[in-house]
T-cell receptor
Framework: DAGITQSPRYKITETGRQVTLMCHQTWSHSYMFWYRQDLGHGLRLIYYSAAADITDKGEVPDGYVVSRSKTENFPLTLESATRSQTSVYFC?????????FGSGTQLSVL | KQEVTQIPAALSVPEGENLVLNCSFTDSAIYNLQWFRQDPGKGLTSLLLIQSSQREQTSGRLNASLDKSSGRSTLYIAASQPGDSATYLCAAPNAGGTSYGKLTFGQGTILTVHP
């Protein structure tokens, strides 16, 4: 199906490990985003990308790395996972001002 | 910095009621505002995108209004149904103007419509 696909759906990892969350879109939208959703904080922007090879920080970028070598893929890497990074991560793309979200990755860091 | 607040945090109503969800934002220099729906364990779905020039947008039983001068938006749901049960979030551009997806979200209103 067309849209945004995130993988894995669930992930459990340990403190200090590197983790990569995948995001793939089939629309060829220029803009892509990573948000995290936490109780008490709502959704917060981690990183975004305006096009292939163009990325920029959002509100809470520390501890995360992104890349975008192809328009359709926007992986998010936690270089050394911490318990505070336990969250639900959403990838999104936009056309104009309208956002389209993936189903999310629930990440637990033990 | 944009801040978005939603009231009430939760709402439980019987089927058939008309209801209003409220959203306020601090930076009124925005060109638009969006309302989203989130079902448990799912991603967000965009419901309505209101341009500041429009002031109001309708989709089926949903109507959203935007008043930049007062920093407020409302989502009106007519004749509520159990299938409307979900969390509703509003979101405004981070730094005023347009956002191209860089949004500040409210905490959401959890709506339960019981038969």
């Amino acid at each position: 199906d067309a849209g945004i696909t995130q993988s894995p759906r669930y992930k459990i990892t340990e403190t200090g490990r590197q983790v990569t969350l995948m995001c793939h879109q089939t629309w060829s939208h220029s803009y892509m985003f990573w948000y995290r959703q936490d109780l008490g904080h709502g959704l917060r922007l981690i990183y975004y990308s305006a096009a292939a090879d163009i990325t920029d920080k959002g509100e809470v970028p520390d501890g995360y790395v992104v890349s975008r070598s192809k328009t359709e893929n926007f992986p998010l890497t936690l270089e050394s996972a911490t318990r505070s990074q336990t969250s639900v991560y959403f990838c999104a793309s936009s056309v104009g001002e309208k956002l389209f979200f993936g189903s999310g990755t629930q990440l637990s860091v033990l | 910095k944009q801040e978005v607040t939603q009231i009430p945090a939760a709402l439980s109503v019987p089927e058939g009621e008309n209801l209003v969800l409220n959203c306020s934002f601090t930076d009124s220099a925005i060109y638009n505002l969006q309302w989203f729906r989130q079902d448990p364990g799912k991603g967000l779905t965009s419901l309505l995108l209101i341009q500041s020039s429009q002031r109001e947008q309708t989709s089926g039983r949903l109507n959203a209004s935007l008043d930049k001068s007062s920093g407020r938006s409302t989502l009106y749901i007519a004749a509520s149904q159990p299938g409307d049960s979900a969390t509703y979030l509003c979101a405004a551009p981070n730094a005023g103007g347009t956002s191209y997806g860089k949004l500040t979200f409210g905490q959401g209103t959890i709506l339960t419509v019981h038969p």
